[in-house]
T-cell receptor, first 113, second 115 residues
Framework: DQQVKQNSPSLSVQEGRISILNCDYT??????FLWYKKYPAEGPTFLISISSIKDKNEDGRFTVFLNKSAKHLSLHIVPSQPGDSAVYFCAAHSGGSNYKLTFGKGTLLTVNP | GAVVSQHPSRVICKSGTSVKIECRSL??????MFWYRQFPKQSLMLMATSNEGSKATYEQGVEKDKFLINHASLTLSTLTVTSAHPEDSSFYIC???????????FGPGTRLTVT
């Protein structure tokens, strides 16, 4: 049972436009959400996170939106740059004292010059 | 800050041998480290959680006798793949977190190929 779902395996965007990456989850106990960026043959890099008590968090070109009622979050990148081309993973923390994260399968973003 | 290193970055070994992968937090103390495995075009699969000074907690389906984890200090965790087989070939990634933070910081990964 996949608790964190990224239904779009890939997304292609023109440079300068907005990239919107989506993530859905099923576990209502998730209390913290994170986005990671990953290049091939490298470890993921932390991008931005949001607590379940918030609905928006912004950091430079990256904004994460959380809709708890819909169990949906999205990552907006604007303006998109070719260097943003990578796989983006959505991850969620399920609360409690452990720090385990559940990851989605990732979305490959390609930003075309 | 929050740099995690892994060594080696790539290793090729023969079937039946053991391979040790090191994960180090370079500029912070990591109370908890995680070991993941990633298959091509798949998500990160958590293998185990290791806390400094205690036994690792393995996820369901992960053989603890095959994947030995040691977290001897607040900056070092090791994963030993014992009696490796070709099906163990994968990309292994470690991560670390500091106490009280949910963000995990990942190492660059180790590509293991078992021939």
């Amino acid at each position: 049972d996949q608790q964190v779902k990224q239904n779009s395996p890939s997304l292609s965007v023109q440079e300068g436009r907005i990239s919107i990456l989506n993530c859905d989850y099923t576990n209502s106990m998730f209390d913290y959400f994170l986005w990671y960026k990953k290049y091939p043959a490298e470890g993921p890099t932390f991008l931005i996170s949001i607590s379940s008590i918030k609905d928006k968090n912004e950091d430079g070109r990256f904004t994460v939106f959380l809709n708890k009622s819909a169990k949906h979050l999205s990552l907006h990148i604007v303006p998109s740059q070719p260097g943003d081309s990578a796989v983006y993973f959505c991850a969620a923390h399920s609360g409690g004292s452990n720090y385990k994260l559940t990851f989605g399968k990732g979305t490959l973003l390609t930003v075309n010059p | 800050g929050a740099v995690v290193s892994q060594h080696p970055s790539r290793v090729i070994c023969k079937s039946g041998t053991s391979v040790k992968i090191e994960c180090r937090s370079l500029d912070f103390q990591a109370t908890t480290m995680f070991w993941y495995r990633q298959f091509p075009k798949q998500s990160l699969m958590l293998m185990a959680t290791s806390n400094e000074g205690s036994k690792a907690t393995y996820e369901q389906g992960v053989e603890k006798d095959k994947f030995l984890i040691n977290h001897a200090s607040l900056t070092l965790s090791t994963l030993t793949v014992t009696s490796a087989h070709p099906e163990d070939s994968s990309f292994y990634i470690c991560s670390a977190e500091t106490s009280g933070a949910y963000e995990q910081y990942f190492g660059p990964g180790t590509r293991l190929t078992v021939t």
